[in-house]
């Protein structure tokens, strides 16, 4: 466990602690018999804070990206055989006429 994943867990635990400290204020209004406006403002900022943390956990816990390039080495090509038991052939597209004839009308 790296760091970047250390960081990501502590995001998502701040971003629970901001929706149980949002719902706990919510309760606290309908004792007191207030309107909800909208939360308060520490649990905007411990939002903002969580979302950081997990798009920076999100960005480097991530592995290493592989090349997509046709003549690199590191590609792994899986290649299925040319057996015609994978081609499908009954589709939503026999619902079209082989030949479309449109014009547009003025």
């Given amino acids: 466990m790296g760091l970047g994943f250390i960081i990501g867990v502590f995001g998502v635990l701040i971003l629970s602690h901001a929706a149980y400290s949002t719902i706990q204020y919510r309760g606290l209004l309908k004792i007191m018999e207030e309107e909800f406006s909208g939360p308060p403002m520490n649990v905007i900022l411990e939002l903002l804070l969580g979302f950081v943390f997990c798009i920076w956990a999100a960005l480097t816990v991530t592995g290493n990206f592989l090349s997509i390039h046709p003549d690199s080495e590191e590609n792994r090509i899986v ?5 015609l038991d994978f081609m499908i ?7 079209f006429p082989l030949e479309i004839d449109m014009k547009l009308k003025h």
Avoid: D, E
């Fill in 79 to 83: 290649s299925l055989s040319a057996n």
């Fill in 89 to 95: 052939f009954n589709h939503r597209a026999k619902a």
